[in-house]
């Protein structure tokens, strides 16, 4: 029961980042008189991220769409990075660094609750390479 546990597929976001998640676009916003906003609501449209417990999907584009795949499994190292301006509201980003060619660096922002949701990614990866048998290799 356990083990079809583990290949089961669950969904731990799905939707669009913020529209403003550093204080400098907050400053922006407030300079241009919310004409920045518009510029940021529509950029926060073009993108989605949906992150589940075996992948992370980054959906590009309003009216034309281009989805990505990066298999957990492929991720090999996690960065948090929470500079001034995103601390102050609240916010962090992810910097998740694979061995899958075409996605060899992905960035996740404006998510409620990443911080603690990069411990279970890393998680989730771990037990992805576990169940498919991967061991990582190391770059010379």
Not at 114 to 132: Q, T, V
Request: with cysteine.
């Amino acid at each position: 029961m356990a083990a079809h546990e583990a290949t089961v597929e669950k969904e731990l976001f799905s939707g669009h980042p913020k529209v403003i998640y550093t204080f400098s676009q907050y400053v922006l916003v407030v300079c241009t008189l919310g004409i920045a906003l518009l510029v940021y609501w529509v950029r926060s449209l073009g993108i989605r991220f949906t992150i589940t417990t075996q992948r992370v999907q980054i959906e590009r584009g309003v009216f034309s769409k281009v989805k990505d795949n990066l298999e957990l499994f492929r991720v090999d190292h996690f960065d948090v990075l929470k500079p001034l301006g995103m601390r102050l509201l609240g916010q962090c980003q992810v910097h998740l660094h694979s061995s899958d060619q075409g996605m060899s660096s992905v960035y996740l922002y404006g998510i409620p609750g990443l911080e603690g949701m990069a411990d279970s990614l890393r998680e989730c990866s771990l037990r992805e390479r576990a169940r498919r048998r991967v061991l990582p290799v190391e770059q010379m």
